[in-house]
């Protein structure tokens, strides 16, 4: 996989992750046409594209599309396949994703994108382990917010 975009129906860009190195031009650039592209087409039209050297696969799901751009020889139901099991674990984790969650929660859209996929590679194919990965770094997280709460001289010594 070379990329993936998650956009709303309005074209705005919600969540990016390139695989190849690119030049932020370059980047803004390919989403720009993409995403017009995408926007252009009718929902009954297929959701594979031919576009440029590469296959562009989609889906949308409620007001959200995922789009990803894999080589012209990679397998185009893999790759909805991938797609879906991220929703899946979005839904997972979030209990019913919205488009609302990945704007106020990208960081963790991008850590389940990330224990998912690796170089734009399935990393771990079981959503419990994904999941698992997830509730750990959260667990871990929490005990560091709390080791840096203040607290007050006497909590220190024990007096309250």
Same mark, same amino acid.
């Given at each position: 996989?070379?990329?993936?975009?998650?956009?709303?129906?309005?074209?705005?860009?919600?969540?990016?992750?390139? /695989?190849? !190195? #690119?030049?932020?031009?370059?980047?803004?650039?390919?989403?720009?046409?993409?995403?017009?592209?995408? $926007?252009?087409?009718? !929902?009954?039209?297929? *959701?594979?594209?031919?576009?440029? &050297? $590469?296959?562009?696969?989609?889906?949308?799901?409620?007001? $959200? /599309?995922?789009?990803?751009? =894999?080589?012209?020889? &990679?397998?185009?139901? +893999?790759?909805?396949? =991938? +797609?879906?099991?991220?929703?899946? #674990?979005? &839904?997972? /984790?979030?209990? *019913?994703?919205?488009?609302?969650?990945? +704007?106020?929660?990208? @960081?963790?859209?991008?850590? =389940?994108?990330? @224990?998912?996929? %690796?170089?734009? @590679?399935?990393?771990?194919? *079981?959503?419990?382990?994904?999941?698992?990965? +997830?509730?750990?770094?959260? %667990? $871990?997280?929490? &005990?560091?917010?709390?080791?840096?709460? !203040?607290?007050?001289?006497?909590? @220190?010594?024990?007096?309250?």
């Amino acid at each position: 996989m070379q990329f993936m975009l998650l956009f709303s129906r309005q074209g705005k860009l919600r969540l990016q992750k390139w /695989y190849v !190195p #690119l030049s932020d031009k370059e980047k803004k650039k390919i989403t720009r046409e993409l995403v017009q592209t995408v $926007l252009a087409r009718k !929902p009954k039209m297929c *959701s594979f594209l031919e576009w440029r &050297d $590469l296959k562009i696969v989609y889906k949308r799901y409620a007001s $959200l /599309y995922f789009c990803c751009a =894999i080589e012209d020889q &990679d397998n185009e139901l +893999i790759t909805l396949e =991938i +797609i879906h099991r991220y929703v899946e #674990l979005l &839904d997972k /984790y979030f209990g *019913s994703v919205c488009e609302l969650d990945i +704007i106020f929660n990208f @960081e963790k859209a991008y850590f =389940i994108l990330d @224990e998912f996929l %690796l170089g734009g @590679e399935v990393q771990e194919t *079981s959503k419990k382990n994904v999941l698992k990965a +997830i509730e750990q770094a959260d %667990l $871990l997280q929490e &005990d560091v917010k709390e080791a840096e709460t !203040p607290r007050s001289v006497l909590e @220190e010594i024990g007096l309250t």
